[in-house]
């Protein structure tokens, strides 16, 4: 289930990036992350992929 939701201060085209911190049985260790921005998915990792500005900051540079 959904474990934390994080709305970091990178943005692009004056969306937010969010991430989607999940606890999951096939990783309790790990569990599982997503970035979104908007309604896409940026990545999907382990939970710490929710967390990492570097992958919002990443793909807040590339062009649309």
Sequence with gaps: G?????VHQV????????????GCTWDIEHGLGIMMH????VQTGYADTAILLWIAQRDGARPN
């Design 2 to 6: 959904l474990h934390t939701l994080y």
């Design 38 to 41: 908007g309604t896409r998915v």
């Design 11 to 22: 943005t692009k085209d004056g969306v937010p990036y969010v991430g989607l911190e999940f």
